[in-house]
């Protein structure tokens, strides 16, 4: 069974930041590429960004030079730091991993922007 867990979520006002982490476990052979995604209230789920195992990163334009995705030193867990956050950025944040040719998610962390 491979279970992802966020952390890190939380209110913070325009401007500020925050780091979130996902922590991948159980009977793992390799973690290849990893998701952040996030889905607002009434919109659809949306890419955030992406971090292969050599660590080759993607972005989402919307995000693009305000947030960075890594992966931790033991490739079990994947962070996206958040900076210069906006009130549009507000949403439920998962991470993804595809993992024996099934996509596993995790049960996401709150992220709210406002004043």
């Known amino acids: 069974q491979v279970q992802l867990v966020e952390s890190g979520g939380g209110s913070v006002q325009p401007g500020g930041s925050l780091r979130l982490s996902c922590v991948v476990s159980g009977r793992l052979f390799s973690i290849g590429i990893m998701h952040w995604y996030r889905q607002a209230p009434g919109k659809a789920r949306e890419f955030v960004a992406s971090?292969?195992?050599?660590?080759?990163?993607y972005y989402a334009d919307s995000v693009k030079g305000r947030f960075t995705i890594s992966r931790g030193d033991a490739q079990n867990s994947v962070y996206l730091q958040m900076s210069s956050l906006l009130p549009e950025d507000t949403a439920v944040y998962s991470c993804?991993?595809?993992?024996?040719?099934?996509?596993?998610w995790g049960q996401g962390t709150q992220v709210t922007v406002s004043t």
């Open positions: 971090v292969t195992a050599s660590g080759s990163t």
């Open positions: 993804n991993g595809n993992f024996g040719g099934q996509p596993y």
